[in-house]
């Protein structure tokens, strides 16, 4: 059963997510939060898979409770999906570096955002190509050379491959078929690069792609 705790400061917006995400018979929504503060106590009381966050709430705002989250050794299982109103809002790019897995438009059809859901336990990507190609965009905006990683020297030369194809945000499938080999096994060496560098998910592998220079502004055409 994989727990849900929906934080949003729209009762309405709770409610409507609660009844589809409560309607599957693998999915529970165990906490609702109409603030930061709220959604930080509930995950730690809770212990969630996920939590669906919107950004813009009182008290305290969804980025600074997604730090708090993801900054916490004893929650690290706990992935944090961003909700927003925009695709292009401003604060999705800060939302990834704070450590959340992903994001959704709170217009999503319904299938979509139980797939998005089920996915992000599962450890796959959230981010589309036309995201990263957004994500990259603003590293390249805010950076001007990609710092020297050390850690980069633990991957062997097909992980860093990999790590690579991952960060143009290319699926697991995807890579499989450019590089010849079984989906099994590029999911492998995504997990196997994720674990060396300490990344919570594909997201902030992206992340630490563009920052390590695998991946470099104008690579997505």
Known sequence: MI????ADDQALVRAGFRALLDAQSDI???????????????????RPAAVLMDIRM?????????????????LEQVKVVVLTTFELDEYVFEAIRAGASGFLVKDTEP?????????????DALLSPGVTRRLIAEFAAR???????????????REREVMALAGIGLSNDEI?????????????HV???????????????????????????????
Do not use: C
């Not at 529970?28 to 809770?46: C, F, I, M, P």
């Not at 969804?62 to 730090?67: I, N, V, Y």
């Open 3 to 6: 727990r849900v705790v929906l």
């Open 28 to 46: 529970e929504v165990v906490g609702e939060a109409a603030n930061g503060q709220q959604a930080l106590e509930a995950v730690r009381e809770l």
């Open 58 to 74: 009182p008290v305290m705002d969804g980025l600074a409770a997604t730090r708090h989250i993801t900054g916490d050794t004893a």
């Open 111 to 123: 299938a979509e955002l139980l797939r998005a859901v089920r996915a992000v336990v599962a450890g």
């Open 143 to 157: 950076s001007k050379e990609p710092a020297a990683m050390s850690a980069l020297d633990q991957l062997t030369d």
């Open 176 to 188: 499989a078929r450019r590089l010849v080999v079984s989906p099994l096994t590029a999911k492998t």
């Open 191 to 221: 997990s196997r690069a994720m674990t060396k560098l300490g990344a919570r998910d594909r997201a902030q592998l992206v992340v630490l792609a563009y920052e390590s220079g695998l991946v470099r502004p104008g690579w997505l055409g």
